[in-house]
C-alpha cells in the first residue's frame, strides 16, 4: 500500500505541473514547508517562529503546519505540500517512526528534507538533521543532580512523549549518569507526562500522594512538565523539599527560576538548531550545496539562577 500510495503522490506532483528541479530554484523564488508537532506547545511557537523569520531573511516564503500532535495529521500536511510544489521541507517530527513514510516520499519526489529538534528513523536521503544533543542534555541534568545532591538522592522522573526522539535520547541521558550510581540516586517513580503542563501537574499530584516520604528532586523533560510539578508541590506546602529541573529553557520557566521556583532548566538554543536548518535547505536550493555535516548537534546547558544570562529566550522573560 506505501508503493501504490507514494506512486500516486508521484503522479499528482507531475499532473500538478511541479518540476522536481525545484531543488535548483533560486532562493527567492522557494516556498517551504516549516511543520512542527504541536503549536500548543510554547517551544514549537517558539520554533517555528524562528524557522519564518530566518525564512523571510533569506528570501523564501513558508507553509506553515501545526501536526496538533498527531502523525496522521502532521503525515497529511506533508503529502499536501509535495503535491503543491514546495521546494523544501523543514520539519519537526511528531514521531520518530510514525513520520518515516511521509518524509521517505518527499525524497522520493526530490524534496529536500532537513529535520530540526526531532530526528526521523529508517528514511534514507535526509539533507540534513540539526538539533540539540538530548543525550547531553539529559546527561547534564544527571550532572546537576550529583554536584548538588553529592551524597544522594530520591528522584521522581517525568518523561516525555512517548516515541519522539527527544524524550527518548533525555531519559537516556539521565539514565546514563545515575545508572553508575544507583546505591547512592534512586528513581521512586518514572512516568511520563507527554510534555504537558497539565499532566505534569496531575502526576505530580498522583505520585506524592502515594508516597510516604517525598523526593529529592523532580527531574522533567521539558520545562511545561516541570511548571505542572511545581504547581502540585506547591500546592502540597512542598516546595521547600522538593527541587524541580525542567528542560527547553521557556520564558516562563527562566522566570521561575529567577523567582525561586524551579531549582533549573536546560537549555538547548531552538532559535539557533531553526536558524541553521533554513539555512542549510536554503543553500542547497539555491546553490545545490550539500551541508558540510548531515547530522549538527547543538550542546544543551544547564541554566540555574547563577547563570540566565546564558539563556536565548531571557530576553522575553516577564
Known sequence: MKLVRRSALAAAVLLAGVSMAGVTARAQDATILASVPSLSFPFFVHMLKEIKDEAGKLGVQTIDSDGQNSAPKQTADVEAAIVQG?????????????????????????????????????????LAHVGADNVKGGEAQGQWLLDNYPDGAKIINLQGQPGASPAIDRNKGLHNVIDQHQD?????????????????????????????????VIIAAN????????????????????????FDALPEALASIRDGGLAGTVEQFPGGQSRKAVQILVDYIQNGTEPEESLVLLTPIVLTKDNLDKAERLGEVQ
Request: glycine share 8%; charged share 20%; aromatic share 2%.
Open 86 to 126: 514546495v521546494q523544501g521541507i523543514v520539519i519537526s517530527p511528531s514521531d520518530v517512526n510514525a513520520m518515516a513514510p511521509a518524509l521517505s516520499t518527499a525524497v522520493e519526489n526530490s524534496v529536500p528534507v532537513v529535520t530540526v529538534d526531532r530526528r526521523v528513523d529508517g528514511v534514507e536521503g535526509i
Open 184 to 216: 547512592k540516586y534512586e528513581v521512586v517513580a518514572e512516568q511520563t507526562a507527554n510534555f504537558a503542563r497539565d499532566q505534569g501537574l496531575s502526576v505530580t499530584e498522583s505520585l506524592l500522594a502515594g508516597m510516604s516520604t517525598p523526593p529529592d
Open 223 to 246: 520545562d511545561d512538565m516541570a511548571l505542572g510539578a511545581l504547581e502540585a508541590v506547591r500546592a502540597r506546602g512542598m516546595d521547600d523539599q522538593i527541587r524541580i529541573v525542567g
